[in-house]
């Protein structure tokens, strides 16, 4: 098994086209075609990381945080990426990383922080918007239903929880083909006309050109007509957060410490308690506080997430309580999310979850 169908599982699950534009998702290290002896699933790439795997002989490292961020001018050893580089590459050690692709899937991380909260009613907190396309073709009535059923297996149609949605009307095509064409109806030099269904469907923006050639390779005519149009409607099955509901109203202090043991930190940073109950939970696996507004305008009683600076506990305003559980700690559960996926695609292979402890910070 080669590194490249191990990064077409990942990818297929979690597009890198749905990565924020300062990520750096995708094969990090290593040579696509080198063949996998095994895979170790971790949070962060670290050089204890990398000799673990090099120890238990995996030479594909799957991480969540992308060893390289920023554009690297040397590889001489000066800091902890360049050693880990260079490590890799002595030692023919893949890296690869899925990060914000990951956060930004509807059921990636923070689907599985909501899991473990046990919420209901979920829905993305803040949807990515201009990432979807109407797709729109015009098909001979009798090959509507091939042309609809290509699209479909190429993943046009889907909505929300919905699949093969396509919009279909009857009308008449017009056309005539001068001599150099090769019409599927009509004559050369005539004027055709022809009942056809016009079908529109949805996609995402990363798919347009799988879509487009399964388009052609159903369509009948030479020369099939098509739109495609940018929409900016937002994709709620994509974006930053989650919003959900607890079946049982909790108190506050009580919630806090659940969480604790969800997470399994010794200590929350939150603001002052608002003496109600918790109904309605955001969260944000790792640096949320940009999508605090977002919290606050549909109404959550809490936002749980991380990072978040001193002067942005203000911006609660007495509206909310955050909870900053920690980024390592929020985020953890992508290492379960990693090994589901590859353990379901490749259940016989050797797949295993790091026991190196990444987290930088500790408290004491």
């Given amino acids: 098994m080669k590194v490249q169908y191990v990064c077409n599982i990942l990818e297929e699950f979690a597009p890198l086209a749905l990565q924020e534009a300062y990520d750096n998702a995708g094969l990090?290290?290593?040579?696509?075609?080198?063949?996998?002896?095994?895979?170790?699933?971790?949070?962060?790439?670290?050089?204890?990381?990398?000799?673990?795997?090099?120890?238990?002989?995996?030479?594909?490292?799957?991480?969540?945080?992308?060893?390289?961020?920023?554009?690297?001018?040397?590889?001489?050893?000066?800091?902890?990426?360049?050693?880990?580089?260079?490590?890799a590459l002595k030692n023919d050690?893949?890296?690869?990383?899925?990060?914000?692709?990951?956060?930004?899937?509807?059921?990636?991380?923070?689907?599985?922080?909501?899991?473990?909260?046990?919420?209901?009613?979920?829905?993305v907190l803040k949807p990515l918007s201009h990432q979807l396309l109407k797709l729109i073709t015009f098909v001979p009535h009798a090959y509507a239903d091939n042309v609809r059923k290509a699209l479909f297996d190429a993943g046009a149609g889907n909505i929300g929880n919905y699949d093969s949605c396509s919009f279909n009307v009857e009308g008449k095509g017009t056309f005539k083909a001068d001599e150099?064409?090769?019409?599927?109806?009509?004559?050369?030099?005539?004027f055709h006309i022809e009942p056809e269904t016009r079908i529109e469907v949805i996609l995402p923006y990363y798919l347009k050109s799988s879509v487009l050639n399964a388009l052609l390779q159903a369509?009948?005519?030479?020369?099939?007509?098509?739109?495609?149009?940018?929409?900016?409607n937002d994709w709620h099955r994509t974006g930053a957060g989650l919003m959900g509901n607890l079946e049982t109203p909790i108190d506050e202090l009580t919630f806090l410490r659940n969480l604790k043991t969800v997470f399994s930190v010794p200590c929350i940073r939150h603001t002052p308690l608002l003496g109600k109950d918790i109904v309605k939970v955001a969260v944000c696996g790792g640096s949320g506080s940009t999508f605090l507004r977002n919290a606050i305008q549909q109404g959550a009683d809490?936002?749980?997430?991380?990072?978040?600076?001193?002067?942005?506990?203000?911006?609660?305003?007495?509206?909310?309580?955050?909870?900053?559980?920690?980024?390592?700690?929020?985020?953890?559960?992508?290492?379960?999310?990693?090994?589901?996926?590859?353990?379901?695609k490749i259940p016989n292979f050797v797949v295993k979850i790091s026991e190196t402890y990444t987290n930088p910070i500790n408290y004491l």
């Fill in 302 to 344: 809490v936002f749980i997430s991380a990072d978040f600076k001193y002067h942005e506990f203000f911006n609660a305003d007495g509206k909310i309580l955050i909870a900053d559980v920690g980024h390592y700690e929020s985020e953890q559960f992508t290492k379960d999310i990693f090994y589901e996926i590859i353990s379901k």
């Fill in 28 to 87: 990090i290290v290593g040579e696509p075609f080198m063949e996998v002896t095994g895979i170790l699933i971790t949070l962060d790439v670290t050089m204890e990381v990398l000799e673990e795997a090099h120890r238990k002989e995996c030479n594909f490292i799957l991480a969540h945080h992308p060893l390289i961020f920023n554009p690297l001018k040397r590889l001489i050893g000066q800091n902890e990426t360049e050693r880990c580089v260079v490590f």
């Fill in 93 to 123: 050690l893949a890296v690869y990383a899925a990060h914000t692709n990951l956060d930004n899937l509807w059921n990636g991380v923070n689907h599985k922080i909501a899991e473990k909260l046990q919420l209901v009613n979920t829905q």
């Fill in 180 to 190: 150099n064409a090769h019409p599927f109806v009509g004559e050369h030099n005539e």
């Fill in 219 to 232: 369509h009948p005519y030479e020369e099939p007509a098509y739109d495609l149009i940018l929409l900016e």
